[in-house]
């Protein structure tokens, strides 16, 4: 399996459009590895793509991905869905008089498949899709595995009930992606000792590189989101060969070389952490 991020950005991408920070002038002026795009990614191999956020069409134009084998939604929030107008761009087939669609099966747990029924259209807007014969909508029951290509495919809720993560098991290869919103979860042993974890990085509370406070201690955000020291407890509790930290906020104010030296910092504790960025493959 290889992992491709798509997009290593958050709910607010670099740059933030108008924004004149550092983070964004920086990353408007030299684009790649500055700048990032919204929250997704592929697993060739299994040939998977999880989420579509608005610039997937672009992603997946940029990528490496030739064969799409079916999407996991993680949860329903507008950073991770809003996209889904990819599966138009990618499978409507104009050239014939009776047309010769390509149709993407999309896996929703359970939960997400309700969520999406009550949030954002996501639902309307797929089954419209469904109809047409571009997309195929596959509603997963709790503990429901997939197979693809000899890869068994987990999704896992996490503490906060309407977000996934997912397992993927090859042989004896193991890889946890966690696409966002890892607060209050704690890992159970089956997904402990991974090769690879993806995971999102929390809100940066506290500057990784100066430890000053950056944000106030009654943020709303702080009482529903994990934040960066969270993450790193998560990640001793993993115990994974080796982690990439993603789904990074323009608000956290770290650039992609401010966030090279936190790793830097972090592997010197012995933590094997790197951080994404957009077309960053990683081998598992
Ligand atoms: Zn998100
Ligand atoms: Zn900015």
Redesign the pocket.
């Known amino acids: 399996m290889k992992v491709e991020i798509l997009g290593s950005g958050?709910?607010f991408t670099i740059p933030r459009p108008g924004c004149g920070c550092r983070i964004c002038r920086e990353a408007r002026q030299k684009g790649l590895p500055y700048s990032r795009t919204?929250?997704s990614l592929f697993v060739h191999g299994p040939n998977v793509l999880i989420?579509t956020?608005e610039e997937a069409k672009e992603q997946l134009d940029r990528s490496r991905v030739k064969k799409l084998a079916g999407c996991f939604y993680?949860?329903w929030?507008?950073?991770?869905v809003m996209g889904r107008r990819v599966w138009w761009s990618l499978n409507y087939d104009f050239q014939h008089t009776i047309p010769q669609h390509r149709t993407t099966t999309i896996y929703l747990p359970e939960q997400v498949a309700a969520d999406f029924r009550t949030n954002l259209g996501s639902w309307q807007h797929l089954s419209a899709l469904e109809e047409q014969g571009l997309v195929k909508l596959v509603v997963l029951k709790e503990g429901a595995r997939i197979e693809l290509s000899g890869v068994r495919i987990t999704p896992f809720p996490l503490a906060e009930g309407y977000v996934y993560g997912f397992l993927f098991e090859q042989r004896d290869r193991k890889l946890v992606i966690v696409?966002?919103?890892m607060f209050r979860w704690r890992p159970d042993e089956s997904l402990r000792g991974a090769d690879l974890a993806i995971l999102?990085m929390g809100v940066a509370e506290f500057n990784p590189l100066t430890g000053r406070r950056r944000m106030g201690k009654r943020h709303p955000v702080l009482a529903d989101e994990a934040t960066f020291e969270d993450t790193i407890e998560i990640v001793r509790q993993l115990r994974a060969k080796s982690v990439v930290l993603t789904?990074i906020e323009e608000h956290d104010g770290l650039s992609y070389s401010d966030l090279e030296r936190v790793a830097e910092k972090l592997q010197k504790r012995g933590l094997n952490v790197r951080f994404a960025f957009d077309t960053m493959k990683v081998k598992v």
Request: proline share 24%; charged share 25%; no cysteine.
């Open positions: 958050g709910s919204g929250p989420d956020p993680s949860h929030h507008g950073d991770h696409p966002d919103d999102p789904h």
